[in-house]
């Protein structure tokens, strides 16, 4: 076959530019060559993986055949250049600019405060383009289809959502609200009409209209190149693979016999992931885009013949037609596979996904190939020695070997037929969360009746998630055969099933016991949906399930989220032009939204700029024994390899090193580092590094290990009030228990990034770095490369989400940087990969807390007696504070007069903790929300008159002895208990859980005391600068960093206020440690408070030295003012300082004034738990905050929104995986669960308490950035509340604890049933368990 050995052009073309790559190397991703070649940066890079959409673009594609042009969304992260041959794509650059015009989609959200830090928002904006370019009127279920495969860590979403809800007519609603009522329709939810509320966070009037009419259209040139190929056959040779596009199917079949094990790529979406993450290689790429026979689509009377090119998104489409246009008993499979393909990944993904690659790379929990394996369905494949047929079947999917295809084998059609009269076929499948979430169970079922009989004909049961492969209970079927579909055959069923599928206890996943109960309780639904069936064929026939069991079949709804937010209006008198107070979106929101907004990663590459990857420890304790880089040395691009020898200062601390020294103390540390000319380079040489360890005892990874020995930083810490031993004593009851809290991975969307640029004179160093913390990253190198802070300025322009994750890891990342930049005298790029991300920087401590509580029969609680113990990791790092911190406000919002708390935090040979938003309150208050929702169940009383009975009622003093008032917190919980109607949907829910047996739902409210703060005076300085130049335009800096909490727009709105100037004239560049010195981290929920009180001092100084001018012409102009201060030499430069709150602690007498104030707050959650799957649905929360007088109100509610959301999965779903031996495997979002789209709660109310002070900060604000985070704990007592229900129902014995998370795991396994009981009770006797926790 003839095939240029010259590599061919690649064309395509960009934002309506056309690319000629004559190098294009299959290596490359479309994300890569868009950033670093093209210097189109505002598609971000996240995950690298398809997870989290960050890289979502635009790529629309012409079909020379049809004429037809479509355009879909994709991850470029996982799109090879070499497959864009011919195509069109649209990146967030292409759609507008703040140079042009700015597109209607960038502009709602960011004027619709749907963005914070930025970092997903291109991504966002992308998933919406995409939806309204194909549907310009979407429907509500579109919109949220099109946002499935995005995710932010910031938002919560909601904001987004309403963005581009702002895009959908009314008449297109899916009118799924209560009383069929439009859920764009927000009368019914406005705040009581009072003069001082305002609910309006943005003006939609302003909104442009979308005008189709505008948008790029396909190139023309694109379209001729198409229709009239010049080349049969494309070839694209790289450094280390070929890339071969044939023409037609005998070329790919010729090629396929030529090079049987080259993979076909299709949507690359296993392939990609398999060749990044797991080194799969291959030398040659066939890709069949090009071939029509691939994306053929005939429907016979038989059924369907789909090409195995289409898309997943493609097959839903059509489907979702054809059962629209066949009898219902015709469609059991279409129906089966449509309602996976609703939740099959993100949206991007199945635009990319072919149904071909999906069948043949036969994953393990892959959705469809059970339904399509039990359908019955056909392999049409090919190969140079003729078409074959091969049945999809358990053979197959278990990847038989003669079964398989053969290497040589192209898969080129499916054949799904239609059903028959008197079969059935159902599919199910419980994942972590709704969507774009790997299964932990699926299955696809089916059966075949004798006709007009239940008289089972033939049965086939498929499941996945329960083995190495799709795995049969061909046995069990079998068995079943003649058996009538009656309570008998389930309950044999059930017993066969679980014998004949019993994966070891150690089996890769863990979650044995949940997964084999999920595999029989999807065959009681499908026993039911069959019956169900049967009776809705022939009601007369058949007896109708009762209204108990039909619930079983109803799955949760994908509903779009609804809300409203309430807040204080400014004062009318407040001149129009005074910003504070007001919703004013986020300073960089436009640049967010167009993708101009400039993270470290996204400067353009320096001249002799090398990457670094490191290599890091695979053994959790050991002695470095020797490091052989020599091979890494040799390969090419490599410039050097860096160990600690390399280090001129300090190689970090005695405890916490840098660079691991003789030892390595957890599998993630950094042992050496590669620096090379590219990533990739430094990456393939980092696999090269040799090292050799000898393993050390002991290994200590949990908390009972450490406790066993004695293994601990710092000292206990103790805090008492009262006389605990002696109340015990006059108590009615006592209970003792213990609670396990998992740790949680920050997920900021941007990875740690550092850029390190010496210069060439007087060892002067630029650091451009994403962290919250510039000082200490300043501090860091300065005593790591020996060179006085003075040399070094510490840059953060702007930080792509943080949440404490980058306050001391940043800092020792950029160290690490700064050895190779000074080793090699290069600037040095150091940019975490998602994975060694997760796995070297740490996250949430893991607590355990023990408790032993004394109280009355009427619920009032005398006594406690609380333990906690941390899991501080491998080092100190912030662990001390954590605990202090967990101590200090563990009484969250109770006085309990009697009460003792000690606490420790573990040293372990786990990654080293660090702080995270709450510090430590997020884990304290939770462990006595437990016990309080315990005494309650102890007493038989509601929780909430516990906690009501329990509350601080009048000024008092907190366990540490401070003065406060809780006016407002009793205010905030009586506001949460009316705006949620607690007490009637207290009554509602019993009423539901007393009609339904296998759905239950559960209420709760929580009270919030959040202290405020840091715990040493001095952390409060902040300082500030500001400039007026002589035109009157004014800088200012200051020594916060904008981490996407709009800290900056505060900051401007300060300044606008203190110089009576519109905001317009004020400009905000970067921080650095050159104009602001000796900052402190930003964090801790006072950035603003701190900050905005030094910009306040510096323009009150300014304002000050202009006062003689402005009262000699006071008709003048402010420019007038300047420049007359100019000529009489005032400086127009001043800065600001505020020395800080007046704080202390003293831990030996465990007093002190440590906080300078509390936020208040309230939430109310109500949840549905499925109590034969675990999963959950969050209908509805309200919260009702004391921010007192907020200076932005969008800024604010948009912190409480997100933290609440960030709290919800920490509460329910965020799970932390660890080996017995202290690796850990959650390396990213395909294994690691954070929030998406369509688990927020369904309605989500905020609102802000009016009429309150705070004499303390500025304006009377409050600092609300953690505080919310605690709040999602409500949503985690109301799924206690539901699991209570279902128990109580049960006849079980209450639960006095559950652990967090509240995954659907501890639910299902929780509310025990016929099913729990027959799977049998784990034998640990000598196994070792997969994964084990951590607290
Ligand atoms: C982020 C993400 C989320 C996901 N979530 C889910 C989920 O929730 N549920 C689920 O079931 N799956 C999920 N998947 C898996 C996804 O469905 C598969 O990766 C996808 O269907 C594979 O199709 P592809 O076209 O991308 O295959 P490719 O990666 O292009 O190819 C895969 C393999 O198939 C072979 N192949 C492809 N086409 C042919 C052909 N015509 N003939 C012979 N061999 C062929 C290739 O040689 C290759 O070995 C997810 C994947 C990602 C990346
Ligand atoms: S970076 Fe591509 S999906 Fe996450
Ligand atoms: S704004 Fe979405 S991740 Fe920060």
């Known amino acids: ?512 016991a949940y997964r084999r109960t999920l595999a029989i309780s999807f065959f009681f639904k499908f026993y039911l949906d069959v019956l169900q069936q049967l009776r809705m064929r022939d009601p007369r026939g058949y007896p109708g399930l009762s209204k108990t069991l039909i619930s079983v079949l109803e799955d949760f709804p994908l509903a779009i989220p609804q809300g409203m937010q309430s807040f204080e209006c400014v004062d009318p008198q407040q001149p129009p032009h005074d910003p504070v107070g007001r919703p004013i979106m986020h300073q960089s929101g436009i640049k967010h939204a167009t993708g101009e907004a400039i993270f470290c990663d996204d400067m353009p590459v320096l001249a002799e700029e090398l990457f670094l990857a490191v290599v890091t420890s695979t053994r959790p304790h050991a002695r470095i024994i020797s490091i052989d880089a020599s091979e890494a040395l040799a390969l090419p691009g490599v410039a050097d390899v860096i160990t600690a020898q390399d280090v001129p200062g300090n190689n970090g601390s005695e405890e916490e090193r840098l660079y691991a020294q003789d030892e390595v103390i957890c599998v993630g540390q950094i042992v050496c580092a590669v620096a090379a000319d590219s990533y990739a380079h430094a990456k393939q040489a980092a696999k090269k590094v040799k090292i050799v360890y000898q393993d050390l005892e002991p290994v200590i990874v949990t908390i009972q290990d450490a406790i066993q020995h004695k293994s601990f930083i710092g000292p206990e810490k103790k805090l008492e009030q009262g006389n605990v031993e002696e109340a015990f004593q006059c108590v009615d009851q006592i209970i003792e228990g213990e609670v396990h809290f998992g740790g949680q991975e920050h997920f900021y969307m941007e990875t740690q990034s550092v850029r390190v640029v010496p210069k060439k004179e007087d060892k002067e160093i630029d650091i451009y770095v994403s962290s919250q913390d510039a000082a200490f990253t300043q501090d860091m190198v300065a005593c790591t490369l020996g060179i006085p802070k003075n040399r070094i300025n510490c840059h953060v322009k702007r930080v792509g989400g943080a949440f404490g994750g980058k306050t001391s890891k940043s800092g020792l990342l950029a160290a690490v940087a700064a050895v190779a930049a000074h080793k090699t005298g290069c600037p040095v790029r150091f940019v975490l990969e998602r994975g060694d991300d997760m796995l070297i920087t740490g996250g949430r401590h893991p607590l355990l807390g023990k408790y032993k509580i004394g109280f009355m029969n009427n619920g009032k609680i005398k006594a406690a007696d609380i333990e906690y113990h941390i899991n501080g990791g491998c080092t100190p790092d912030d662990s001390e504070l954590v605990i202090e911190y967990a101590l200090l406000k563990m009484e969250n919002a109770y006085k309990i007069p009697n009460l003792r708390v000690r606490g420790r935090a573990c040293k372990t040979n786990l990654p080293s903790n660090t702080a995270f938003r709450g510090f430590g309150f997020p884990q304290g208050a939770f462990v006595t929300e437990t016990w309080m929702t315990a005494v309650a169940s102890k007493c038989h009383l509601p929780p909430e008159t516990v906690r009501e009975l329990n509350m601080y009622k009048t000024i008092d003093k907190t366990i540490h002895k401070q003065e406060f008032d809780p006016k407002n917190l009793i205010k905030c919980w009586h506001k949460c208990m009316e705006n949620s109607s607690y007490s009637s949907r207290r009554k509602a829910v019993e009423e539901f859980n007393q009609q339904s047996f296998w759905k239950k739902r559960g209420i709760s409210i929580i009270p919030m005391k959040f202290s405020v703060g840091f715990p040493k005076t001095f952390y409060y300085q902040a300082a500030a600068l500001v400039h007026i130049y002589t035109d009157g335009s004014v800088l200012v800096a200051h020594g916060g960093v904008e981490l996407g909490q709009g800290i900056n727009t505060k900051m401007i709105q300060v300044a606008s206020r203190e110089l009576q100037l519109p905001m317009s004239y004020i400009h905000l560049g970067e921080m650095n440690t050159m104009t602001v010195p000796n900052t402190i981290a930003t964090a801790a929920s006072s950035g603003a408070d701190v900050n905005g009180k030094a910009v306040q001092n510096a323009c009150q100084t300014l304002m000050k030295r202009l006062e003689p001018i402005v009262s000699q012409n006071p008709n003048g102009t402010w420019e007038e003012w300047v420049n007359e201060a100019f000529t009489q030499s005032i400086s127009l430069s001043a800065t600001g300082y505020f020395r800080g709150y007046e704080v202390h602690m003293d831990w030996e007498k465990g007093e002190g004034d440590i906080y300078p104030y509390f936020v208040f707050g309230a939430a109310c959650s109500e949840v549905e738990i499925d109590c034969l799957t675990g999963a959950h649905k969050n209908i509805r929360t309200d919260i009702v905050m004391d921010a007192s007088f907020s200076i932005n109100p969008a800024v604010d509610i948009g912190q409480i929104e997100g933290a609440f959301v960030q709290g919800l999965g920490l509460y329910t779903l965020e799970e932390l995986k660890y080996s017995p031996e202290g690796v850990l495997y959650t390396r990213g979002p395909k294994q690691y669960k954070i929030p998406s789209v369509t688990d927020i709660p369904e309605e989500f109310h905020v609102s802000l308490l009016t009429t309150t002070q705070n004499p303390k900060a500025i304006y009377s604000s409050k600092g609300l950035g953690e505080s919310g985070m605690f709040l999602g704990s409500s949503v985690f007592f109301a799924i206690a509340d539901a699991v209570a229900a279902a128990r109580k129902e049960r006849g079980l014995a209450p639960l006095l604890t559950m652990n967090s998370p509240a995954t659907p795991e501890q639910i299902r396994m929780a509310c025990v049933d016929q099913f729990t009981e027959l799977v049998p009770q784990i034998d640990s006797e000598g196994c070792k368990p997969w994964s084990i926790p951590v607290a």
């Not at 004798?450 to 033939?458: F, R, S, Y």
Request: charged fraction near 20%; proline fraction near 6%.
């Open 1 to 512: 076959m003839p095939r240029s050995k010259e590599t061919d052009e690649l064309i395509f073309f960009v934002n309506g530019r056309k690319v000629i790559e004559k190098n294009a190397d299959p290596e490359v991703n479309l994300l890569f060559y868009l950033r670093k070649t093209l210097q189109l940066t505002g598609t971000k890079d996240s995950c690298g993986g398809g997870n989290c959409g960050a890289c979502t673009v635009m790529i629309s594609r012409y079909d020379p055949i049809s004429k037809k042009i479509s355009h879909f969304s994709v991850a470029a992260c996982l799109v090879p250049i070499c497959s864009l041959y011919g195509a069109a794509i649209t990146t967030v650059e292409g759609i507008g600019n703040t140079k042009t015009r700015i597109h209607p989609v960038q502009e709602r959200i960011a004027k619709g405060h749907g963005t914070q830090c930025g970092f997903c928002t291109p991504g966002m904006v992308m998933s919406i383009y995409t939806l309204l370019r194909n549907h310009p009127q979407p429907s509500t279920e579109q919109l949220m289809e099109s946002l499935s495969g995005n995710l932010c860590r910031c938002t919560g979403y909601r904001p987004i959502v309403e963005s581009g809800k702002s895009f959908i007519s009314s008449s297109s609603c899916c009118q799924m609200n209560e009383k069929g009522r439009c859920c764009l329709d927000q009368k019914e939810n406005k705040p009581e009409n009072k003069s001082n509320v305002c609910a309006k966070l943005y003006e939609k009037e302003e909104f442009q209209p979308l005008d189709p009419t505008q948008e790029l259209i396909f190139p023309p040139e694109l379209m001729r190149m198409l229709e009239n190929p010049q080349k049969k056959i494309l070839t694209f040779h790289g450094e280390r693979i070929t890339w071969i596009i044939p023409g037609t199917l005998r070329d790919l079949l010729e090629l396929k016999t030529e090079y049987p094990n080259a993979p076909l790529v299709m949507g690359n979406t296993a392939l990609g992931p398999d060749m990044k993450f797991k080194g799969v290689f291959y030398p040659i790429i066939i890709s069949p885009a090009r071939i029509s026979e691939l994306l053929t689509i005939s429907k016979t009377k038989e059924g369907l013949t789909l090409g195995a090119g289409l898309s997943l998104a493609q097959v839903k489409n059509i489907l979702a037609d054809v059962v629209t246009k066949l009898p219902e008993e015709k469609t059991q499979t279409y129906r089966a596979l449509l309602k996976h393909l609703r939740t099959l990944a993100g949206q991007q993904i199945r635009n990319m996904a072919s149904l071909g690659g999906h069948i043949v790379s036969r994953q393990p929990i892959s959705d469809l190939n059970p339904i399509l394996g039990v359908g019955k369905c056909i392999l049409n494949v090919a190969s140079k020695e003729g078409a074959q047929q091969i049945p999809l079947n358990d053979h197959f999917l278990s990847g038989a070997t003669n079964a398989s295809l053969k290497p040589e084998h192209v898969l080129v059609s499916i054949f799904i037929p239609v059903s028959e009269k008197w079969e059935f076929v159902s599919a199910f499948r419980q994942a972590p969360c709704q969507q774009n979430a790997l299964a932990v169970v699926n299955t696809g079922m089916r059966v075949l009746f004798k006709a007009d009989t239940t008289t089972i004909v033939d049965l086939n049961i498929l499941y996945g998630g329960l083995g190495p492969t799709t795995v049969s209970a061909n046995k069990s079927c079998r068995q079943l055969i003649g058996r009538c579909w009656d309570e008998g055959m389930l309950n044999d069923a059930c017993r066969l099933v679980l014998e004949e599928i019993a994966p070891p206890q150690s089996a890769p996943g863990g979650m044995v």
